[in-house]
């Protein structure tokens, strides 16, 4: 059998960082990321009446209710996020602590947000976009590849293995994102220029705190 | 010990099957747990997940739509 111990440690300590870590990031995305979405949604609307009327599916109500779903996905996210880190901390078994967790925090944001932002960037609502597939593969590929990239640089012994891992760091953004064949929006380019600076201030908040608190949480003595 | 060439710096384990029982299992199981609520939370393509998602998902740079 494994060690269920461990195992139970690391799954508390991501639910309550994720949970913390959640709802942090649904106050931050009410005052800065919301209001442009809001905005955009209105835009994209306009554009959908215009065009054909689609069959909508049930969703959240805007105000209190949208509100809750939102932090219920963010819990998630982060929980999951924090297991996903809490992982990495117990295969290396070092011991951990909230400045440990600090880097590994940052570590996650440049693997899940920063690399594939660089090639898809956060988009608003109403934005031509390519094959949802496509740009799912080319997400996952890149977060893989900068996740594996990332560790190589900061754990191989070799230069010949870091240099390899700084090769994989680059290599999806030389293939290039899965691009639409026209770029149009229904919201004006200065919207979606917020957005991407909402999003980056967002997520750097969501994970630097989803990595400090596991480390301060998951305490791995060895 | 194996003889292949050290590609991480693993210097710490004591014996392999400890470190099974001890690291990698507990890692692994808890990162798949991980992995499945990041699928849920942010690309299950279910219409009405995806809308409870919608925000989180856009804000969190998922390829969404």
């Given at each position: 059998?494994?060690?269920?111990?461990?195992?139970?440690?690391?799954?508390?300590?991501?639910?309550?960082?994720?949970?913390?870590?959640?709802?942090?990031?649904?106050?931050?995305?009410?005052?800065?990321?919301?209001?442009?979405?809001?905005?955009?949604?209105?835009?994209?609307?306009?554009?959908?009446?215009?065009?054909?009327?689609?069959?909508?599916?049930?969703?959240?109500?805007?105000?209190?209710?949208?509100?809750?779903?939102?932090?219920?996905?963010?819990?998630?996210?982060?929980?999951?996020?924090?297991?996903?880190?809490?992982?990495?901390?117990?295969?290396?078994?070092?011991?951990?602590?909230?400045?440990?967790?600090?880097?590994?925090?940052?570590?996650?944001?440049?693997?899940?947000?920063?690399?594939?932002?660089?090639?898809l960037?956060?988009?608003?609502?109403?934005?031509?976009a390519?094959?949802l597939?496509?740009r799912q593969?080319w997400w996952?590929?890149?977060?893989?590849?900068?996740?594996?990239?990332?560790?190589?640089?900061?754990?191989?012994?070799?230069?010949?293995?870091?240099?390899?891992?700084?090769?994989?760091?680059?290599?999806?953004?030389?293939?290039?994102?899965?691009?639409?064949?026209?770029?149009?929006?229904?919201?004006?380019?200065?919207?979606?220029?917020?957005?991407?600076?909402?999003?980056?201030?967002?997520?750097?908040?969501?994970?630097?705190?989803?990595?400090?608190?596991?480390?301060?949480?998951?305490?791995?003595?060895? | 010990?194996?003889?292949?060439?050290?590609?991480?710096?693993?210097?710490?384990?004591?014996?392999?099957?400890?470190?099974?029982?001890?690291?990698?299992?507990?890692?692994?199981?808890?990162?798949?747990?991980?992995?499945?609520?990041?699928?849920?939370?942010?690309?299950?393509?279910?219409?009405?997940?995806?809308?409870?998602?919608?925000?989180?998902?856009?804000?969190?740079s998922f390829p969404c739509h």
């Amino acid at each position: 059998m494994f060690n269920l111990t461990t195992f139970r440690e690391l799954v508390v300590a991501a639910l309550w960082t994720g949970l913390l870590a959640g709802l942090l990031l649904t106050a931050v995305q009410q005052i800065q990321v919301l209001p442009t979405l809001l905005q955009a949604e209105v835009y994209e609307e306009a554009a959908a009446v215009a065009n054909t009327h689609e069959h909508h599916d049930w969703q959240p109500g805007n105000g209190w209710e949208r509100t809750f779903f939102t932090a219920v996905a963010n819990i998630g996210l982060g929980v999951g996020f924090a297991l996903l880190i809490g992982a990495v901390m117990c295969l290396r078994g070092r011991p951990s602590h909230w400045r440990m967790g600090l880097l590994w925090g940052l570590a996650g944001y440049l693997t899940f947000f920063v690399a594939p932002s660089l090639g898809l960037p956060p988009e608003v609502p109403g934005t031509e976009a390519a094959k949802l597939a496509d740009r799912q593969s080319w997400w996952l590929i890149t977060v893989l590849d900068t996740g594996f990239g990332l560790s190589l640089l900061a754990f191989a012994l070799t230069r010949t293995y870091k240099f390899f891992g700084a090769v994989l760091l680059v290599a999806p953004h030389l293939i290039g994102a899965p691009q639409p064949d026209v770029h149009s929006s229904a919201a004006p380019a200065e919207l979606a220029q917020s957005f991407i600076t909402a999003t980056v201030f967002a997520n750097a908040v969501f994970w630097l705190t989803i990595g400090g608190l596991m480390g301060q949480f998951y305490k791995k003595e060895s | 010990m194996s003889s292949t060439p050290v590609l991480l710096d693993n210097s710490q384990t004591p014996t392999r099957s400890e470190a099974l029982k001890d690291r990698i299992l507990p890692a692994m199981l808890a990162g798949m747990l991980g992995l499945g609520l990041l699928y849920a939370a942010g690309f299950a393509e279910a219409a009405q997940l995806h809308n409870a998602a919608h925000d989180g998902r856009h804000s969190a740079s998922f390829p969404c739509h």
